[in-house]
């Protein structure tokens, strides 16, 4: 049941496939899920794919349940945001210690070029590199923006010989253009993920 769940980049694409179609379809959460799903359609699937019960905080006035347990290498963590019980955040962390940085940008090109072809040119967000003390951060960030949602790919990359650690986010959001268009992504999210792992 686990095999519900998109890991390895071509299941990933042939989602994100389903997903936009040729016509531009909205911008639509992942496992055949729609915006404003109740939290029991959440915890149906997360029962049906066997998976680890969700570990549930609030955050800012967002409810978030983070679900782990896949045994597929590479999706590490999917987080469900729910605003006064309606689903409106979807998004999907991946990172492997076996990939190493040119793996993970083959992962992200291959991503990035299909979802290009589904909702046109992505928006670069940050393409930077760049020392923080003794730590080499690398941030990569796109945005597939419509109307009232919008599609975040984001790489982030913290390294001090000899650890690493690497994280993909393809991160859903049911948002207001003009709410999406002013904020980048959110990459402390990430960091913060990276601590309590």
């Known amino acids: 049941m686990r095999k519900l769940f998109p890991v ?27 915006w404003g799903a109740r939290r029991t359609e959440i915890e149906d699937l997360v029962t049906k794919a066997n998976l680890q019960p969700p570990r549930k905080e609030t955050v800012e006035g967002k409810e978030i349940w983070t679900v782990q347990g896949f045994d597929q290498p590479g999706l590490t963590a999917v987080l469900f945001y729910f605003s006064e019980g309606s689903l409106t955040e979807v998004e999907l962390q991946y990172g492997d210690a ?10 992200i090109s291959q991503i990035k070029q299909d979802l290009d072809l589904k909702y046109g040119r992505a928006q670069v967000l940050s393409h930077t590199r760049e ?18 949602q919008a599609l975040d790919l984001v790489f982030y990359s913290a390294e001090r010989e000899p650890q690493a650690f690497r994280l993909l986010s393809l991160h859903y959001q049911l948002v ?22």
């Open 98 to 107: 076996a990939w190493n940085l040119a793996r993970y940008g083959e992962f």
């Open 8 to 34: 390895f980049a071509a299941s990933l694409l042939l989602s994100c496939s389903t997903l936009l179609g040729a016509g531009g379809e909205s911008i639509s959460p992942p496992f055949d899920l729609s």
């Open 131 to 148: 020392p923080e003390k003794d730590v080499s951060q690398t941030v990569v960030a796109y945005r597939w923006q419509q109307p009232e």
């Open 176 to 197: 207001p253009a003009k709410k999406a268009t002013e904020e980048p992504p959110d990459t402390g999210k990430v960091q913060k993920s990276a601590k309590k792992r």
